[in-house]
């Protein structure tokens, strides 16, 4: 019918519209963030955009919920102001009829939220770790640049070039201070380079210089010449910590544990709460034709952010064994579940049609 395609095309272009904007702020935001992360030299100038791309997407699923809401809500909202709404109650439309445009288009987007909280959002968390740990194994190859004193991650190491040719890579005039087991390593070079053996280990080779070698306050140091110094460059090894985000849908199942529990109520309570706020949206779209303004949007923006808060909540308790899975799984969607029902039996008495459906 005629309604259902134009309410259909709005909800599109206003839902599309809403998540637009939000993804530019959340960008912004990310990025300001990200920013002080590399300020404080807790992240590589090279990791910023791709850590944007994992954040973005590890958000997205809240983004799309809020842009769903909204896609309903406000082209009802504008239908009412039109009177147009007005027009189909007279014509024989009743308010549970709109339900259907609404669900036709709220349940496939809700299946993309779905899709992304059960099973992309877990490899971005994977691929985002896995990533952190390459970065970390690559820092100290990366430290040494030229006219800058640079530490080794585990602090035991101090490089300084005086130069570095691009082309090749060679660096010139290279100074490098190690403490290693209570002893003193200093190394003075004409030039090095960096060399990787098949077997993917990475060393800095120095050429054409000494090593001074000893104990502090102590005179017994040895100065060995060398030709080539072979200095080998250590990934950081470090143990793979599970993180309850990069655990896939099957592990979440198998896992008993109250964590497990509380993150596969917030992977399906987010697609589930974006479907029950879109219907909600219907009766909360009411606009006074004659007083012009409505409380409606206020009220939505209330039950948003309890609803929200009740689902963070909920996982808060699963997560520290203080409520049952299930009473925590269910117990914030049978809420608003219920404020729906409340909502669209008042909107129906008060606009209930005047002659039967055509």
């Known amino acids: 019918m005629l309604y259902r395609r134009s309410l259909t095309r709005e909800m599109g272009l206003t839902t599309g519209a809403v998540l637009t904007v939000l993804v530019a702020i959340s960008l912004v935001v990310l990025f300001i963030r990200l920013l002080g992360d590399v300020a404080r030299g807790e992240l590589a100038n090279e990791a910023v955009f791709v850590f944007l791309g994992f954040s973005l997407l590890y958000f997205l699923p809240v ?3 809020i842009a769903l809401f909204a896609g309903v809500l406000l082209p009802l909202s504008r239908m009412w102001r039109d ?3 007005v027009i189909w109650f007279n014509a024989g439309l009743s308010l ?3 339900m259907r445009p609404v669900l036709t288009f709220a349940v496939p987007f809700s299946l993309v939220i779905l899709l992304l909280t059960l099973v992309l959002n877990p490899w971005v968390q994977t691929k985002r770790s896995e990533y952190s740990q390459e970065l970390k194994s690559r820092s100290e190859s990366a430290l040494v640049a030229p006219g800058l004193f640079a530490e080794s991650g585990a602090g ?7 130069s570095l040719n691009p082309l090749t890579g060679i660096v010139r005039n290279v100074f490098m201070r190690s403490m290693i087991d209570g002893q003193l390593g200093l190394v003075a070079a004409r030039e090095g380079d960096h060399t990787q053996l098949p077997d993917g280990s990475r060393y ?9 070698e000893g104990t502090p306050g102590q005179l017994d140091y040895r100065i060995v010449r060398f030709e080539r110094y072979w200095m080998r460059l250590d990934p950081v090894a470090a143990e793979r910590q599970v993180n309850i985000r990069q655990m896939s849908l099957g592990e979440l199942l198998a896992d008993t544990t109250p964590p497990a529990r509380a993150e596969l109520l917030w992977r399906v309570g987010v697609p589930i709460s974006a479907l029950i706020l879109a219907v909600m949206a219907i009766p909360l779209s009411f606009v006074n034709t004659r007083a012009r303004r409505s409380y409606g949007l206020v009220v939505a923006l209330l039950l948003y952010f309890v609803y929200n808060n009740l689902l963070s909540l909920s996982q808060a308790w699963v997560a520290q064994d203080k409520l049952n899975p299930w009473i925590g799984m269910g117990a914030s969607h049978l ?3 219920s404020a729906v029902v409340i909502l669209f039996y008042r909107r129906s008495r008060q606009h209930s049609p005047r002659r039967g459906r055509p």
């Open 204 to 212: 800095l080779v120095f050429k054409d210089g000494r090593r001074y």
């Open 96 to 98: 549970m009829q709109w």
């Open 335 to 337: 809420l608003m579940l």
């Open 156 to 162: 035991q190491r101090v490089f300084y070039v005086e």
């Open 63 to 65: 983004l799309m919920t």
């Open 83 to 85: 009177s147009e709404m």
